[in-house]
């Protein structure tokens, strides 16, 4: 898509991740179309109408099996109001957990797009790893900017 837009998109989900209120991780994600059209967005939090206060997103014990990945909740959106995600790209914060490689797979994501990083905490490499292999298999690029 160029450097350009890939800047400005990764802009936009920096920008989105602020939406979310956990504590200690904000993650955002834009999902766009062969034509650089924007066609979901999410950004980590939990579902709709599920109480979100800080006893609950500084406790990882209740927080983990309630909260939606920011690139799960750009494919329910998008699943929710009828839009295809077929061939498009999706622009992370973060790189994708196997869990939202699994999601963004199936959901026909051709392309993900993350910036650069070294700051992975150790509790998440190997889960990191399983997803890279996973989107190697599956024939995704994968791209750092």
Sequence with gaps: M??????????????ISGWSKDPSTKVGCVVV???????????????????????RLTDRDKKYPLICHAEENAIMHAARIGISLKGSTAYVTWPPCSRCARSLIQAGIEEIVYPETNAIPERWLDDFNTSNG????AGINVRTV
């Design 33 to 55: 179309g062969e034509d650089r059209e924007i066609r979901s967005t999410g950004f980590n939090g939990f579902p709709r109408g599920i109480n979100d206060d800080a006893a």
């Design 134 to 137: 996973m989107l190697l298999e």
């Design 2 to 15: 160029g450097e350009k837009w890939d800047n400005r998109f990764l802009e936009l989900a920096k920008h």
